[in-house]
């Protein structure tokens, strides 16, 4: 028989995170060898789990969830989503203007499947959450990354931002507390982002999972209050906030010139449609978890398991010589960089395999996250301080042998 063949719609589409590297830890894993693994923002396996009150809220509701629900989502999940924006400043936002998914993942790629003709552009950051990347691949455009300033704490340069608009480029995606650089846009960057949309006519798209996972001082402002003369499409969801990932509940928000965009939402509804309905199971959380106490505060709070593990982990990294690292303000990640001058890597995926094989930690390289140069990792911090103790040493010991 002949081979069979992926789809030509692959080529260029990658997601290194759950990558070959990935494969070889399995490998290892079956072979009896411990991995101590800091690649996946999934905040369950490390005992950071959901609120008691979700999940009891859910099984009690389940018998009611075993229909499909509407292919925009359930009116109770809808309508938390739409008070939580008005609470956030978007106040004209509808419960019309909101669309649950399996994730955001899904969401992500629903909204470029139904926006992008062959060939239209997107500009994503760079570093960036991959998945963005690979839908825009995946839905025949182009991603056109901006870069992002580790000088400036690693806010998007939006010279360079600029410089990378053509006549087709459509959008622009801001990821707000960014994955991986924990990076929180202040409003005055988010402001000027927004001008060069504008000036652009480009729908923009906010990607906001990590809204409330916030550390020191950094306050997050939401993208779509700051105007209501452009399109946005903001994201967010439970698998992070509260620790529910397998859930697979997330949701999108229409807002402010809805009107320019009939069309495109049009497009939108009908990929909801065609995919029937989010998993209602996830659904059913989404209220009690934006209405209840919000336990994610205890975990960032000085005192709290997220906090004391990002103090850890950003010490214990900056103490390896040639190793630097801005310390992120959000999020669950630290995307640290290797001098090239001490270290002067040619291939960041081998590295990663090296680490692997010969200390059994498992991250993910800079370059999956669509960074240009093969001298970044990026690593998760929710591990037990314990567990990230123990990474760091053995950490710190593979970087002393690449120093000989
Ligand atoms: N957006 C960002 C920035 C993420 O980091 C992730 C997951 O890591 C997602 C979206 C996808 O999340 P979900 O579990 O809602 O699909």
């Given at each position: 028989?002949?081979?069979?063949?992926?789809?030509?719609?692959?080529?260029?589409?990658?997601?290194?995170?759950?990558?070959?590297?990935?494969?070889?830890?399995?490998?290892?894993?079956?072979?009896?060898?411990?991995?101590?693994?800091?690649?996946?923002?999934?905040?369950?396996?490390?005992?950071?789990?959901?609120?008691?009150e979700i999940?009891q809220d859910v099984?009690y509701q389940?018998?009611?969830?075993?229909?499909?629900?509407?292919?925009?989502?359930?009116?109770?999940?809808?309508?938390?989503?739409?008070?939580?924006?008005?609470?956030?400043?978007?106040?004209?936002?509808?419960?019309?203007?909101?669309?649950?998914?399996?994730?955001?993942?899904?969401?992500?790629?629903?909204?470029?499947?139904?926006?992008?003709?062959?060939?239209?552009?997107?500009?994503?950051?760079?570093?960036?959450?991959?998945?963005?990347?690979?839908?825009?691949?995946?839905?025949?455009?182009?991603?056109?990354?901006?870069?992002?300033?580790?000088?400036?704490?690693?806010?998007?340069?939006?010279?360079?931002?600029?410089?990378?608009?053509?006549?087709?480029?459509?959008?622009?995606?801001?990821?707000?507390?960014?994955?991986?650089?924990?990076?929180?846009?202040?409003?005055?960057?988010?402001?000027?982002?927004?001008?060069?949309?504008?000036?652009?006519?480009?729908?923009?798209?906010?990607?906001?999972?990590?809204?409330?996972?916030?550390?020191?001082?950094?306050?997050?402002?939401?993208?779509?209050?700051?105007?209501?003369?452009?399109?946005?499409?903001?994201?967010?969801?439970?698998?992070?906030?509260?620790?529910?990932?397998?859930?697979?509940?997330?949701?999108?928000?229409?807002?402010?010139?809805?009107?320019?965009?009939?069309?495109?939402?049009?497009?939108?509804?009908?990929?909801?449609?065609?995919?029937?309905?989010?998993?209602?199971?996830?659904?059913?959380a989404?209220?009690t978890?934006?209405?209840?106490?919000?336990?994610?505060?205890?975990?960032?709070?000085?005192?709290?398991?997220?906090?004391?593990?990002?103090?850890?982990?950003?010490?214990?990294?900056?103490?390896?010589?040639?190793?630097?690292?801005?310390?992120?303000?959000?999020?669950?990640?630290?995307?640290?960089?290797?001098?090239?001058?001490?270290?002067?890597?040619?291939?960041?995926?081998?590295?990663?395999?090296?680490?692997?094989?010969?200390?059994?930690?498992?991250?993910?390289?800079?370059?999956?996250?669509?960074?240009?140069?093969?001298?970044?990792?990026?690593?998760?911090?929710?591990?037990?301080?314990?567990?990230?103790?123990?990474?760091?040493?053995?950490?710190?010991?593979?970087?002393?042998?690449?120093?000989?």
């Amino acid at each position: 028989m002949k081979p069979v063949l992926k789809s030509n719609k692959l080529h260029n589409v990658c997601y290194d995170i759950r990558g070959p590297v990935l494969e070889e830890a399995r490998r290892l894993e079956e072979e009896g060898h411990r991995v101590l693994k800091l690649n996946i923002g999934n905040p369950a396996p490390f005992g950071l789990m959901a609120p008691e009150e979700i999940i009891q809220d859910v099984i009690y509701q389940l018998p009611d969830g075993s229909g499909y629900s509407d292919s925009k989502g359930l009116f109770s999940g809808r309508k938390a989503v739409m008070q939580y924006y008005q609470k956030r400043g978007i106040e004209e936002v509808q419960i019309d203007d909101i669309y649950l998914g399996n994730g955001v993942s899904e969401l992500i790629v629903m909204s470029m499947q139904a926006l992008l003709n062959n060939g239209d552009e997107v500009l994503i950051p760079a570093p960036d959450y991959p998945l963005w990347t690979a839908s825009v691949c995946l839905s025949g455009g182009k991603a056109v990354h901006y870069l992002c300033d580790e000088q400036s704490e690693w806010y998007p340069d939006i010279e360079d931002m600029r410089s990378k608009i053509t006549d087709r480029t459509r959008a622009m995606v801001i990821i707000n507390p960014n994955n991986p650089t924990g990076a929180v846009y202040p409003k005055e960057v988010l402001e000027a982002m927004l001008q060069v949309a504008r000036e652009h006519k480009l729908i923009v798209f906010s990607d906001e999972i990590y809204d409330k996972i916030l550390y020191d001082d950094a306050e997050h402002v939401c993208t779509a209050s700051l105007a209501d003369d452009l399109v946005f499409i903001t994201f967010n969801g439970l698998s992070k906030t509260y620790r529910i990932a397998g859930y697979r509940a997330g949701w999108m928000v229409v807002s402010g010139n809805k009107f320019a965009a009939k069309d495109y939402l049009e497009g939108i509804t009908m990929l909801a449609s065609m995919r029937l309905c989010a998993n209602v199971p996830g659904q059913l959380a989404i209220q009690t978890a934006l209405g209840g106490y919000q336990s994610i505060n205890e975990l960032i709070a000085p005192t709290g398991r997220l906090y004391r593990q990002r103090e850890l982990a950003h010490r214990m990294l900056c103490d390896i010589p040639g190793i630097s690292c801005v310390k992120p303000k959000g999020a669950m990640y630290m995307f640290p960089r290797l001098d090239p001058k001490v270290y002067p890597i040619k291939n960041d995926q081998q590295l990663v395999l090296d680490l692997l094989i010969q200390e059994k930690i498992l991250v993910v390289q800079g370059t999956g996250f669509n960074w240009p140069n093969p001298d970044h990792l990026r690593l998760v911090f929710l591990p037990r301080e314990e567990d990230l103790h123990t990474a760091l040493t053995k950490m710190a010991e593979f970087f002393e042998r690449l120093r000989k």
